[in-house]
């Protein structure tokens, strides 16, 4: 079974530019996540979605960065416009449903902002 | 918003040693405590998890063991190889049975040949 894919894995961008993240989850996975990891340290979470319905995304900056999952698939997470403190790696994660089920963890896409 | 402390940050390990984490926590109401491990360019993967009515998991050379009147649990990993070489995250749910993962700041191991 395919796991978690995430594109691009890497991408520089100049500060004030946009730049967004694709997610597809594992299949049946009704659950996603958008995780953000600095170097260092371990993952933040961003969002959480039940199928298309945002059910936590207090920890996401809202000012400048959005998310959908449209049709409860594949999800973009955007950032308009960047900044230097962006440069992280955003993880996606799925799982069946919230909760004490593995999380699955994409590879991640590394974000340079300079 | 960490409520997990973690430690040691990195540590080194002679091949055939055991590697010793330690995650401490302070919410009561958490109820699942996975270990996560990551190597470098990958995302993490769950490696063991436990409950806390229980007080130990094994699983191959890795074992979790969870202090729950302390609240602390750790890892350990028997007979370490230079394979292992990857950090680790102790993570716990927050949010009750539903919640979100919630992770510590991860503790780079090496273990040497």
């Known amino acids: 079974e395919a796991g978690v894919v995430q594109s691009p894995r890497y991408k520089i961008i100049e500060k004030k530019q946009p730049v967004a993240f694709w997610c597809n989850p594992i299949?049946?996975?009704?659950?996603l996540y958008w995780y953000r990891q600095n170097l260092g340290q371990g993952p933040e979470l961003l969002i959480r979605?039940?199928?298309?319905?945002?059910?936590?995304d207090s920890q996401l900056p809202k000012d400048r960065f959005s998310a959908e999952r449209l049709k409860g698939v594949d999800s973009t997470l955007k950032i308009q416009p960047a900044e230097l403190g962006d440069s992280a790696v955003y993880l996606c994660?799925?799982?069946?449903?919230?909760?004490?089920?593995?999380?699955?963890f994409g590879s991640g896409t590394r974000l340079t902002v300079v | 918003q960490q409520q997990v402390k973690q430690s040691p940050q990195s540590l080194i390990v002679q091949k055939g040693g055991i590697s010793i984490i330690n995650c401490a926590y302070e919410?009561?109401?958490?109820?699942?405590f996975p270990w996560y491990q990551q190597f470098p360019g990958k995302g993490p993967a769950l490696l063991i998890a436990?409950?806390?009515?229980?007080s130990e998991k094994k699983e191959g050379r890795f074992t979790i063991s969870f202090n729950k009147s302390a609240k602390q649990f750790s890892l350990h990993i028997m007979d370490s190889q230079p394979g292992d070489s990857a950090t680790y995250f102790c993570?716990?749910?927050?949010?009750?049975?539903?919640?979100?993962?919630?992770f510590g700041k991860g503790t780079k191991l090496s273990v040497k040949p």
């Open positions: 994660a799925s799982s069946l449903a919230a909760g004490q089920n593995g999380y699955t």
């Open positions: 299949s049946g996975h009704n659950t």
């Open positions: 979605y039940e199928n298309e319905e945002a059910v936590d």
């Open positions: 919410n009561t109401a958490f109820d699942y």
């Open positions: 436990i409950r806390p009515d229980v």
């Open positions: 993570a716990f749910l927050s949010g009750g049975s539903q919640g979100n993962l919630i």
